[in-house]
């Protein structure tokens, strides 16, 4: 074999190399894309976090190995009752003692973790990125709330749990209106299975709804124009209702 054939192979075994290379790289940059464009913000904050786009791919992919091992339920009937008088009830108190009112919230996305079957009692950090894997969109304000760094910071408070309110309506199907509060107490709720009893209630809410109280949607800053006097479990009517939802509406537009 002259030089002339093993220069013209090694320039063969040069383009095959450098074609390699460049399919890999192209197939590592789709797939990057893709996790992004399906993680959107939980994508950037584990970017953030790991430190490099190649580390947090190596994270979302073991997310997604590690969630095939879950048993994932829904929340039956009775739960959702459950949680929709709690979150109802800590609606009410948002604007007397916010700081423990986020730590009730703490506690209800907690517990509506648990009885979904995310591992959040053994590793909370763990149970946050397989959340993610399913409800990516709602990963970064179901941490916030899980976690509860505010500082003390009433305005991050109110926006923590408006996002709250909106996860659990899409990841366990709740959604309530002031009228579903209840005055009675309990400060361990628990849900799933045979935990859901009839014995089990919610945080105390006040026994009327005067000027200052939080509205349906915005826990802080807002008022309801119901009539004073009125007992928190009794139902709103027609009208207090629909204006309720008319002045929560605006606010979220």
């Known amino acids: ?45 584990t970017v953030r976090e790991r430190g490099s786009k190649r580390a947090a791919v190596k994270d979302l992919q073991e997310r997604e190995a590690l969630h095939s091992e879950l048993a994932l339920h829904d929340l039956n009937e ?31 996305m907690t517990e509506v973790l648990r009885a979904r079957g995310y591992p959040v009692a053994e590793d909370r950090d763990k149970a946050l990125r397989l ?13 916030t709330v899980v976690e509860g760094n505010y500082g003390g910071d009433v305005s991050r408070m109110q926006e923590a749990f408006i996002g709250a309110r909106r996860t659990l309506a899409d990841v366990a199907g709740v959604s309530y209106v002031l ?19 009839s ?6 809410a006040p026994a009327s709804t005067a000027p200052g109280t939080a509205s349906a949607d915005t826990p802080s ?9 009125a007992h928190a479990d009794a139902p709103l009517s ?9 002045e929560r509406t605006a606010r979220m537009e």
């Open 1 to 45: 074999m002259d030089t002339q054939q093993l220069i013209i192979i090694g320039i063969v075994v040069l383009v095959v190399i450098v074609a390699i290379l460049l399919i890999v790289s192209a197939r590592k940059r789709k797939q990057r894309e893709e996790l992004r464009s399906r993680y959107g913000q939980e994508y950037d904050r």
């Open 78 to 108: 009775a739960d959702r009752d459950l949680v929709r008088r709690h979150m109802a009830s800590l609606q009410y108190r948002f604007v007397e003692d916010p700081d423990d009112v986020m730590l009730s919230t703490q506690r209800v």
């Open 131 to 143: 959340f993610s894997v399913d409800y990516p969109q709602d990963a970064g304000p179901v941490r």
């Open 179 to 197: 009228g579903d509060a209840t005055d009675e107490q309990d400060q361990h709720m628990a849900i799933g299975g045979s935990s859901s009893t």
């Open 199 to 204: 014995s089990q209630a919610v945080p105390s």
């Open 221 to 229: 800053g807002a008022h309801t124009d119901a009539p004073s006097g």
């Open 238 to 246: 027609d009208e207090e209702r629909r204006r309720a939802e008319s």
